[in-house]
């Protein structure tokens, strides 16, 4: 089977600028998770979808940040204005109900 | 609220040595357990889980951990290194149950190198 897409795989903006990471998870899988990692810190949990629904997003840092599930499909995380310490690797993971998470390779975003 | 702590950012070990890699976990209920590693230019991938039942968990590659709720541990071994097995690993724990299973609370993660 496919795995968890995510694309880009590096995006380099400057501060004040929008971005937009998209996943693709892997088919039939209703659950879809965002984690991120700033450098130096842990990978920390920022929400979860539940096919559209966003079940969970306490994880979120402010009110810059968009997510967004379309049809429960693929899911897109906006940053919108970026600021410098949003910079970090975004990953993307789905799963089934209680089975494990399958993560993609991540998006490493640099604010400039 | 749930912590993870790995005890070494970095480990180096020779080719054919024991391999531990330490997680203490804090936690008001025993949660749910996992281990993954993060090879160079890509994702994390689950090496291994623990539930409920047997503590003693083997994984992929020859891994394997024990949960011993006493000392709230969830340390990862391996008896003999191999280079291929250099990568950073991460301990993880969840919430049981519900919509909570996914939702990862990670350690920091050690960085494991090792040597010819």
């Known amino acids: 089977e496919a795995g968890v897409t995510q694309f880009p795989s590096h995006s380099v903006i400057e501060k004040g600028q929008t971005v937009t990471l998209r996943c693709d998870p892997i088919s039939g899988h209703d659950n879809l998770y965002w984690y991120r990692r700033v450098m130096g810190k842990e990978i920390k949990f920022l929400l979860h979808?539940?096919?559209?629904?966003?079940?969970?997003e306490s994880g979120m840092p402010n009110n810059r940040f968009l997510a967004e599930r379309t049809g429960g499909t693929y899911s897109t995380l906006k940053v919108q204005p970026a600021e410098l310490e949003d910079s970090g690797v975004y990953f993307c993971a789905s799963s089934q109900l209680y089975s494990p998470l399958h993560f993609g390779n991540g998006t490493r975003l640099t604010v400039t | 609220a749930q912590s993870v702590t790995q005890l070494g950012s970095h480990v180096s070990v020779s080719e054919g040595a024991l391999v531990l890699l330490r997680c203490n976990y804090s936690s008001s209920v025993p949660p749910y357990l996992f281990w993954y590693v993060q090879y160079p230019n890509q994702g994390l991938q689950l090496l291994l889980k623990y539930t409920t039942g047997a503590t003693l968990v083997k994984g992929i590659n020859g891994f394997e951990a024990e949960f011993k709720k006493s000392e709230t541990s969830f340390h990862l071994t391996k008896p003999s290194a191999h280079m291929s097995d250099a990568a950073e690993y991460f301990c993880?724990?969840?919430?049981?149950?519900?919509?909570?299973?996914?939702?990862?609370?990670f350690g920091q993660g050690t960085i494991l190198t090792v040597h010819p």
């Open positions: 993880a724990v969840s919430d049981h149950g519900g919509t909570s299973y996914g939702k990862l609370t």
């Open positions: 979808f539940v096919k559209e629904s966003k079940q969970d």
